[in-house]
C-alpha cells in the first residue's frame, strides 16, 4: 500500500510527501509499541523465573549441614557419659 501510494503520480509531489510523512512516524511509533511490549513480557518471564528459583532454593536449602545432624560417637569434654 505505500509503495503504491509512493508511485501514484495522479496524486501531487507534497500530498505523497504528507503521507509518506505520517505513514512512516505511525509505523515508527507502533514499532516502539511492539518493541517495549515485548520488553516488558521478557521482564515479567524473568521475574517469574527468578521467583520460582527463589522458592526453589529456599524449599531445598537443607535446615543444618549433615555433619549437625549426625550423632556424636566421642563424648564431649565436661560432659556426662
Known sequence: MAYRMMRDERIDVKTRQAW????????????????????????????????????????????ATPSENQVDSQPREGSQA
Do not use: C, G
Request: charged share 45%; net charge positive; no cysteine.
Open 20 to 63: 509518506f510523512k505520517r505513514y512512516t512516524d505511525a509505523i515508527r511509533t507502533l514499532s516502539r509499541v511492539l518493541k517495549e511490549r515485548e520488553e516488558k513480557d521478557w521482564e515479567n518471564r524473568l521475574r517469574i523465573i527468578e521467583e520460582y528459583r527463589k522458592r526453589q532454593n529456599t524449599t531445598n536449602a537443607p535446615s
